[in-house]
């Protein structure tokens, strides 16, 4: 998915099967795919990065990102790429994470999980440089954005941002990203407070999770309760529950191994898919692909649209119709870069480092 011509990753490889043959096309390009690529590639050896980045080192590649993050205008993409470059110890560190500084308004809304990667930044440049006060400022912000007695964070942290009427609704990656953060900036220097908000999340999330091992994609950010379930994505299962448990684990956060096997064992055979498809694989290895969801192929979204409504009106109010006649049977065939990123990161980094020739380092 890397793009030789402008040295860039594509948003995502869409692909169809013909013939029994796939056939993928590139689409787009994103910045903060390339800056989670960047996260994840850090942990494997040098001669496979260049394989991964299009021929450069781990080090050029970076020093790319952080020129172009001196002009991007996106809160996430930014605080990505410092963290990129805080993780390899960059010589542009500082140029990142000036460029986060000024950008980062600190006590306006902003989004939950782009919060998230501030603090995952931060903390991982706290070694490097004095970032201490923009450190407090992001972790204040986080951990204040929660709603009082709610176990899981909401999608923003403060009004403006999104509807009124949807204020309420959170997704997955609005609970791993502050798990991760939390979970790191604990690991980076004792913070017994953000450990325990990152265990509370997490435990939500595992008692919450589906009979098959599925991470729940909506949940009420008043309450912790489910309010959508699909689409159930691959890189939830495979990458970023894992990525955020593990991190929370070496952080002394507790156990959750089991809860991420259950997770994993979705994917070879997804139950919604039924004996029907012979239980579609979500892997297909001959390609180096995933299929990137598992979704109800409901028109503009018409479930989700009314679980929100009817939630905002009573936490836990269903419309069990809607559930049967729109079934969880639609695949998405495409597969974005950040996939095989996050995936790197989250199994990659529980390995023992090793050097070019496959030596424990």
């Known amino acids: 998915m890397y793009r030789a011509d402008s040295d860039e990753f594509a948003f995502t490889r869409i692909f169809s099967t013909e013939s029994d043959r796939v056939a993928t096309r590139l689409s787009g390009t994103s910045l903060r795919y390339a800056a989670i690529v960047a996260l994840g590639v850090r942990w494997l050896p040098a001669d496979e990065q260049r394989a991964q ?17 001196a002009v991007s205008t996106n809160l996430g993409d930014i605080a990505l790429i410092a963290w990129a470059a805080a993780e390899a110890g960059h010589p542009l560190l500082p140029d990142a994470i000036r460029r986060l500084g000024e950008f ?26 004095d970032v201490e006060e923009h450190l407090a400022q992001a972790r204040a912000r986080l951990l204040g954005s929660v709603h009082p007695g709610s176990p899981v964070f909401p999608h ?5 941002l999104v509807k009124s009427y949807r204020d309420h609704v959170a ?38 999770q589906g009979p098959d091992g599925q991470w729940w994609w909506f949940y009420d950010a008043r309450t912790g309760e489910v309010i959508e ?9 495979h990458a970023m529950g894992p990525m955020a448990l593990n991190d929370l684990t070496d952080a002394g956060g507790g156990d959750y191994s089991e809860a991420t096997r259950r997770g994993l064992r979705w994917l070879l055979g997804p139950a919604e898919l039924g004996p029907r498809r012979g239980g579609d694989p979500m892997l297909l290895d001959d390609e180096g692909l995933t299929v990137r969801k598992v979704y109800r ?19 836990g109010l269903r419309l069990p119709v809607i559930d049967s006649i729109y079934k969880p049977t639609d695949l998405d065939r495409e597969c974005r870069p950040y996939e095989f990123g996050w995936m790197y990161y989250a199994w990659l980094a529980q390995l023992p480092a090793t050097d070019n020739e496959g030596r424990v380092s």
């Open 53 to 69: 980045l299009g021929g450069h080192t781990l080090e050029d590649f970076i020093a790319l990102l952080v020129k172009r993050q």
């Open 104 to 129: 980062d308004r600190r006590t306006a809304p902003e989004y939950v999980v782009e919060c998230a990667w501030v603090v995952s930044a931060l903390a991982a440049a706290r070694h490097h440089l």
């Open 156 to 160: 923003v942290t403060g009004p403006g």
């Open 171 to 208: 997704c997955y990656a609005d609970q791993v990203y502050p798990i991760q953060a939390l979970a790191r900036l604990h690991h980076s220097g004792d913070d017994p407070e953000a450990l325990a908000a990152a265990v509370r999340t997490a435990d939500q999330i595992c008692r919450l």
């Open 229 to 237: 379930g699909y689409p159930v994505y691959s890189v939830h299962q």
């Open 297 to 315: 192929g409901d028109p503009r979204k018409v479930v989700r649209g009314l679980h929100t409504v009817t939630t905002r009106a009573r936490s």
